[in-house]
């Protein structure tokens, strides 16, 4: 009787993991075969680390939108960026090309001069090829390679212009005074509140959001559309208004969560001299730690803001049940963990990132896996629904066959415990 009720409670079992897998590739396959092709709405945050409620990286952050977001869909909780800096990771991503291949890891490296970059299908370019209307709003790519190189390359439209990615704001410096934190480190090494009668609606990601808002409400978007919202915040400098401040008292702010004084100590001497930053120092010994905190915590829940005006537009449009939306962030950002401030480092502060999949019908409202991803991992996603491959894809694809999963959704490998897929 014993061995007969395991053999019922296993098969059970088995029956109910089939069933979970014949029913996302059931779906996956309606996904692919509708007639309607699904619409994106691709956002990326610039610098936000893991301080994000769903990671859970600093428990006294507060993004109900993103979190909200986060329970609707799919949570990748491992997600990693190609590299940690805004332009080379952001040309890996929207290429599909790793810097290993590419040779691109630094800020400064050009897209248009690399051989391998320059000739790859880019992600918009994919998009617009497979008949979609692309456009894009913001820093989705690293600015420099945007207005000098990209220029517009495979959007149909973008705000403000082809050749400048974020709304000029008189106010992102001027106001109220550089430096407000007293320390003159570095222009963009400030923080606090804006003036007071500056709202967000006067910053550039205001107006990036705002416009995103109108695409989405205004229902005149030429479907299937690729839309682009890039936001700048959480990067320095930390400005935001005062009630974002006013959110996370000062005399409550803690030190990020494992913070260890003596957390070099055995760390090599020579990866110590490396990994050693002196803005950490500096900020820490002019008494600015907290507040430059409690800034990054404002300017990451002014974003959240922003987030949820941006996704609560698209609910209210009539494009909701048919557009995915995949929110990245491109990097971490270390504020004082193992002496270090900022991102250029392979700690995983600086590596880890927000990745969250919402696509109607396809994913499981409220799923994660810790399963590793990569931001590379989201172009040909992105691609394979639609039946087609980014070429360069492609080529990295056929030199490492198992990088990239087709649709991690919905891969069985991401729906039951197991190794980690091979990269
Ligand atoms: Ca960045």
């Known amino acids: 009787m014993k061995r007969f009720r395991k053999f019922v409670t296993t098969n059970i079992k088995v029956a109910k993991r089939l069933f979970i897998v014949l029913f996302a590739l059931a779906s996956f396959q309606a996904f692919c075969q509708q007639d309607k092709k699904p619409n994106v709405l691709f956002i990326a945050i610039d610098d936000l680390n893991d301080w994000t409620g769903f990671l859970k990286g600093n428990l006294q952050t507060k993004t109900p939108h993103m979190d909200q977001l986060a329970s609707q869909g799919m949570l990748f909780t491992n997600a990693h960026c190609a590299a940690p800096a805004c332009g080379p990771s952001r040309a890996a991503l929207m290429s599909g090309i790793r810097p290993a291949t590419s040779g691109n890891y630094v800020n400064k490296a050009s897209i248009q001069k690399n051989p391998v970059l320059n000739s790859a299908l880019l992600m918009p370019e994919f998009f617009q090829q497979n008949g979609y209307y692309v456009a894009g709003a913001g820093k989705l790519f690293h600015g420099a390679h945007f207005q000098e190189e990209i220029q517009g390359r495979g959007f149909d439209e973008y705000y403000p212009s082809n050749t400048q990615d974020r709304p000029s704001t008189k106010y992102e410096f001027s106001k109220p005074g550089f430096p407000q934190s007293g320390l003159k480190i570095g222009r963009q090494t400030d923080w606090g509140p ?185 172009y040909p996603t992105l691609a394979s629904p639609l039946g087609a491959h980014n070429q360069s894809g492609r080529r990295e694809s056929d030199k490492y066959p198992a990088r990239l999963p087709a649709w991690p959704c919905l891969n069985p490998a991401w729906l039951r415990p197991g190794p980690p897929i091979a990269y």
Request: net charge negative; hydrophobic share 40%; with cysteine.
């Open 194 to 378: 804006f003036h007071p009668d500056i709202t967000v609606d006067d910053t550039g990601d205001g107006k990036v959001a705002n416009w995103a808002e109108e695409k989405l409400l205004g229902g005149e978007l030429k479907e299937p559309f690729f839309l682009g919202a890039g936001i700048f915040k959480p990067h320095m400098p930390f400005y935001a208004p005062q009630e974002y401040f006013d959110r996370f008292p000062l005399d409550e702010i803690e030190p990020p969560k494992g913070y260890l004084e003596n957390d070099m100590d055995d760390v090599p001497a020579a990866s110590s001299k490396q990994a050693h930053h002196a803005y950490a120092d500096r900020i820490i010994a002019a008494g600015q730690w907290k507040p430059a905190i409690q800034a990054y915590l404002a300017c990451t829940a002014m974003v959240d803001d922003l987030i949820g005006q941006i996704v609560g537009a698209l609910g209210k449009s009539k494009y909701a049940d048919n557009t995915i939306i995949v929110l990245w962030s491109d990097h971490g950002f270390q504020l004082g963990e193992k002496g270090r401030w900022a991102k250029f480092s392979l700690w995983e502060r600086a590596t880890r990132v927000n990745m969250l999949w919402v696509a109607p019908g396809v994913t499981t409202p409220g799923s994660s896996t810790a399963q590793p991803v990569n931001l590379l991992d989201i």
